[in-house]
C-alpha cells in the first residue's frame, strides 16, 4: 500500500445535505471563475486502488471536487473520521447537472459507453426536455473528436474507472484551455439510455443497490466487489494511521 496521508488532504471531498444545492454552487463556481473544473467520483473500490497505484491518485489529485459515490464510501468515512458524508452518486447527480446546465444555455457534451447507448442517451434528453439537449455526442470506443467540443462547456464522460480520470489527466491541457467543465460519470450514460435498469426505490432504501448491481451484471462488478472486501479492515488500519487528520472534507 502506498502511505497518501500526505496527499490526501489535497483531495477536495464534498458534502452537503443537498444534492441540489451542490450542483447550483459547483456550476455556479465554474462559470464565475471562468476556467475548467473537474469534478470525480470516488467510490470505495477506487479508494483500494488509489492506495496501490500512484497514478490513479495523481489523477484524482487534479479534481478540484471529489464526490462520495455509495455505500462503502460512507461507511469509509464514518469508520475512519466517525463523521457521515453524503452518497452523491453520480447516477443520482448527473441528472442534476444537466439540469443546472441545460437552463443555463451550457454547451453539454456526452463521451463514452457505446454508439446505441450514447444515441440511446440523446434520444431520451430531447424526450425529457422537448428540444436537442446535447451540443455534441460521441461513443467512448473511438478518440473523441476534440474539435466539436465547443469552449466553455460541460463534458460528462463515461468509460469507467479508472480509465475515465486517467483520460482527464491526459488531456488536461486542453481542458484548461477550453475552460471545459468536466464530469466523470461512470456507468451513468448505460443507465441513462435504459441499457441497465436502475434499483426499485426500496432497494436503494435500503442501500442494497450495490447489490442489485451486481447480480444483473457481474462480470461488471466482480473486481469492484472483491476490492470490496477489503472493508473488513483497510477503513480500520487507515483510522489507526490517524487519517482523519488529514481528510478534508469541504462543505458546499
Given at each position: ?12 471531498f464534498v ?19 471562468k476556467?475548467?473544473?473537474i ?12 492506495h ?7 489523477d ?42 441545460h ?37 467512448g ?23 475515465q ?10 481542458i484548461?484551455?477550453?475552460?471545459i ?37 457481474p ?34
Amino acid at each position: 500500500m502506498i502511505d497518501i496521508r500526505q496527499k490526501i488532504s489535497q483531495l477536495v471531498f464534498v458534502d452537503t445535505e443537498s444534492p441540489q444545492l451542490i450542483a447550483e454552487k459547483i456550476i455556479s463556481s465554474w462559470k464565475a471563475n471562468k476556467s475548467a473544473s473537474i469534478i470525480h467520483y470516488m467510490y470505495y473500490a477506487s479508494y483500494v486502488l488509489m492506495h496501490q497505484n500512484r497514478d490513479i491518485l495523481r489523477d484524482y489529485l487534479l479534481a478540484d471536487y471529489i464526490l462520495v459515490d455509495g455505500i462503502g464510501m460512507q461507511i469509509c468515512f464514518k469508520i475512519i473520521t466517525g463523521k457521515k458524508i453524503a452518497n452523491l452518486n453520480g447516477t443520482d447527480m448527473s441528472p442534476l447537472f444537466i439540469d443546472i446546465l441545460h437552463h443555463s444555455s451550457v454547451p453539454i457534451c456526452f463521451y463514452g459507453t457505446t454508439k446505441e447507448n450514447i444515441q440511446s442517451c440523446n434520444l431520451k434528453l430531447n424526450q425529457q426536455y422537448g428540444t436537442q439537449v446535447l451540443t455534441y455526442f460521441q461513443d467512448g470506443y473511438s478518440p473523441l473528436d476534440l474539435n466539436k467540443i465547443p469552449e466553455n462547456c460541460a463534458l460528462f464522460i463515461g468509460m469507467g474507472s479508472p480509465r475515465q480520470e486517467q483520460w482527464v489527466t491526459e488531456h488536461l491541457d486542453w481542458i484548461k484551455e477550453k475552460k471545459i467543465l468536466v464530469f466523470t460519470v461512470g456507468g451513468y450514460f448505460d443507465f441513462l439510455s435504459g441499457f441497465y435498469i436502475r434499483a426499485p426505490q426500496w432497494v436503494r432504501t435500503i442501500k442494497m443497490e450495490w447489490a442489485w448491481r451486481t447480480i444483473l451484471h457481474p462480470s461488471r462488478h466482480y473486481q469492484k466487489r472483491l476490492r470490496d472486501m477489503s472493508i473488513i479492515f483497510l477503513p480500520f488500519l487507515h483510522k489507526l494511521r490517524k487519517y482523519k487528520d488529514y481528510i478534508f472534507i469541504k462543505k458546499l
